[in-house]
């Protein structure tokens, strides 16, 4: 379900971070923003992981709608 998918990778993520690894490229995501995942790719982004998100699918735009993980701004 889009429930578990959406649950491993943020285990995925989690993973990436311990293992301290350089990049994390993930081709995935959707419209609906998550406090966790964001707080999730920002300790990522902390720990100097590159962190690299595909920003939409079907020539959307997201400037109209945000696409996450891409969209969010940590700064």
Do not use: C, W
Request: aromatic share 10%; no cysteine.
């Amino acid at each position: 379900t889009g429930t578990m998918n959406f649950s491993r990778a943020l285990r995925a993520f989690e993973i990436a971070i311990e293992h301290r690894v350089d990049i994390i490229n993930f081709s995935g995501g959707g419209s609906e923003a998550s406090d966790l995942e964001r707080t999730i790719l920002k300790k990522a982004r902390d720990a100097g992981i590159l962190v690299v998100a595909a920003s939409g699918n079907n020539g959307m735009s997201i400037d109209r709608q945000g696409f996450y993980p891409a969209s969010y701004d940590f700064d």
